[in-house]
Nanobody
Framework: QLQLVESGGGLVQPGGSLRLSCAASGFTLDYYAIGWFRQAPGKEREGVSCISKSDRSTYYLDSVKGRFTISGDNAKNTVYLQMNSLKPEDTAVYYC????????????????WGQGTQVTVSS
């Protein structure tokens, strides 16, 4: 069964950290581009960070550069998004996704999606 399951979201104060996990079942991560996306209320879904399929290069949304880090653990078939120095504007539902395409961080390029995990940054 093909499945992506996110976890690790929650409520955190500004300046705090969270690590999101995405457990992949039925997939071999090396064969896919990997992405983390988010959608805030009233806004379109946006690509936060992605790993290309070919050379595993990484992309980060400008607003998260230097604060977020994407990584993967092939042995655990899990993808992570480490989020530090969180800001209220990071509040959103975060999704992980996999793509057959080689690279890119637009949601239309991704074929498989998790159910999402809520991240709320508030004091």
């Amino acid at each position: 069964q093909l499945q992506l399951v996110e976890s690790g979201g929650g409520l955190v104060q500004p300046g705090g950290s969270l690590r999101l996990s995405c457990a992949a079942s039925g997939f071999t991560l090396d064969y896919y581009a990997i992405g983390w996306f988010r959608q805030a209320p009233g806004k379109e879904r946006e690509g936060v960070s992605c790993i290309s399929k070919s050379d595993r290069s990484t992309y980060y949304l400008d607003s998260v550069k230097g604060r977020f880090t994407i990584s993967g653990d092939n042995a655990k078939n899990t993808v992570y998004l480490q989020m530090n120095s969180l800001k209220p504007e990071d509040t959103a539902v975060y999704y992980c996704a996999l793509s057959h395409r080689g690279y890119g961080c637009y949601d239309y390029q991704y074929d498989y999606w998790g159910q999402g995990t809520q991240v709320t940054v508030s004091s």
